[in-house]
């Protein structure tokens, strides 16, 4: 790929100085136009060490409205960085809808570093890229704009680049001395570094977020390129937007749902709420689970293992009080437990995704949601606050990101707490009559009642698509809230249990 682009392209001096007035113009109206229409734009540069990156970058941003984007200059992640999941610190940095986000260097970088060292190792990049494709897949699915550059530049070039920074003394090293070592590596394995690129531009080439090759031999052929490369993307981008979109078809077939609910594989009716505890049992069980799972929380912080345990479910299923026992004995340093409400305004002009990757644990902590990703194919699609299109599409988008992240070593564990329609009706009046907990019943609660079949629709679908080998989903019996607790209980420690022994 690659040694058949040219090098040898150039632009003489004055033809560049129009060209880029002209540009510059069509840049800030078109940044204008994106914000306008809510279009994200994340603009990845990449490319060879001295390929004048940072210049070219400069050029093209001084076109821009600083208000209007977030520059990010991606080196060495920093320590809470490196206890998360890899893909989770770049999920952080994607910008608002309207806005743009300019990574110098991005999770291209970051993924051929920890992939070069003595040997380059084959089946990290591939996991890697993997999660790169599911990333940004998932971003463009998402309406996001991601134009990627590769600034190229000759053998010959790259040499007399270094020569003439350390004639002049210029550093181009950051102060850490390993990654030194494999940018020195870099540099002087040229020919040897370079179908390693080839195969990452190859792999990630994608309809949805390609690579723009720009020659960057002759730094203003590069600048006009790149500006060229923007324009036309962003364009492109605009012109689909403002089409008059087709009628969209309908969230549910128009009948009654008594009328289809037998042709579906439901779940939940199989499911056995009559299992109780008795007091005594309860008590004994409690006890020795919670003691269980207080020591194992020290062994996952020893082995630098994440837990991340979700709880989805009916309202008034007891998700409070089993995140309250869940929680009883254990270190506060260590765990950390996550409310998930509607989605504020900044929330809502990110990815779905996004607000969920900050709270990821670190490496061996624990992260509880009450509520979780799972309201995308659960309340925003019964409510209707999300097409049908994008709720279909996020079975795939959740099953990619938890497979993300039991590969990069979180353990997932999934509880969807069941009750009958008669013992949400009985908690819903018992709240609303005790002052004490009055709070807890509004008049969503109510409203969300009235729609339980169609809740009922989603959640079997839910746990229909998204009950993977790595991520399964516990169904837990909860009209007996004595069983419902120590089945979280005991369901947990299960799973700690097997995993920490691998």
């Known amino acids: 790929m690659l040694e058949k682009i040219d090098l040898s392209k150039t632009i003489e001096i004055d033809e560049y100085k129009k060209n880029y007035k002209t540009l510059n113009a069509k840049l800030g109206e078109l940044q204008r136009k994106a914000w306008e229409l809510k279009i994200p734009v994340i603009l990845v540069f990449e490319g060879w060490h001295i390929s004048g990156m940072a210049e070219d970058i400069n050029r093209f941003i001084l076109s821009l409205d600083p208000r209007g984007y977030d520059f990010h200059t991606l080196t060495r992640p920093c320590y809470e960085e490196l206890l998360k999941p890899f893909i989770a610190r770049f999920w952080t940095r994607i910008p608002v ?121 002759d730094r203003d052929f590069a600048t006009l390129k790149i500006m060229m490369t923007v ?48 007091a005594d049992e309860y008590k ?71 607000r969920f990757c900050e709270a990821m644990p670190k490496a061996g902590h624990i992260t509880i949601f009450d509520r979780s990703w ?11 606050f999300c097409s049908e299109e994008e709720w279909k599409r996020a079975y795939r988008e959740i099953n990619e990101f938890e497979e993300v992240l039991t590969q990069a070593g979180v353990i997932v564990v999934k509880f969807w707490l069941h009750i009958d329609k008669e013992t949400q009706l009985e908690r819903f009046n018992s709240r609303q009559l ?10 969503e609660d109510w409203r969300n009642r009235n729609k339980w079949k169609d809740y009922e629709i989603a959640a079997n679908e839910m746990l229909r698509k998204t009950s993977t080998i790595n991520a399964q989903w516990v169904i837990v019996e909860s009209n007996d809230k004595r069983y419902s607790r120590i089945k979280v209980l005991k369901s947990t420690t299960e799973v700690l249990e097997k995993e920490l022994k691998k």
């Open 231 to 278: 324009i036309n993307a962003i364009e492109a981008s605009i012109e689909q937007a403002t089409k008059i979109p087709a009628e969209q078809t309908l969230k549910y077939l128009d009948m009654e749902i008594s009328e289809v609910s037998q042709f579906n594989n439901s779940i939940l009716e199989k499911v056995d709420l009559s299992k109780k505890m008795d």
């Open 284 to 354: 004994k069980s409690k006890k020795l689970d919670q003691q269980k799972l207080a020591d194992l929380q020290y062994e996952l912080f020893e082995k630098k293992r994440h837990l991340i345990v979700v709880f989805e479910g009916w309202d008034a299923a007891g998700k409070g009080g089993n995140i309250y026992r869940l929680v009883e004995n254990l270190n506060p340093r260590l765990y950390r437990v996550v409310p998930v409400g509607s989605p504020n305004d900044i929330e809502k002009a990110h990815h779905y995704l996004w």
């Open 434 to 443: 005790d002052p004490e907990k009055k709070w807890k019943i509004t008049a």
């Open 374 to 384: 799972y309201g995308r194919v659960l309340v925003e699609r019964v409510e209707g």
């Open 97 to 217: 809808r309207g806005k743009s986000a300019i990574f110098d260097r991005s999770w291209y970088s970051r993924a051929m570093i920890e992939c070069m060292g003595e040997e380059i190792s084959e089946e990290k990049l591939q996991k890697y890229l993997e999660e790169i494709n599911y990333f940004e897949r998932q971003l463009a699915d998402d309406k996001y704009l991601i134009i990627k550059i590769f600034l190229h530049i000759s053998e010959k070039e790259h040499k007399e680049r270094f020569k003439s920074l350390k004639k002049y003394e210029i550093p181009i090293f950051d102060e850490y001395e390993d990654e030194e070592k494999q940018d020195l590596d870099f540099i002087h394995k040229y020919n040897e570094y370079l179908p390693f690129i080839e195969k990452i531009l190859e792999k990630t080439d994608m309809p949805y977020a390609s690579w723009t090759i720009v020659e960057a031999n």
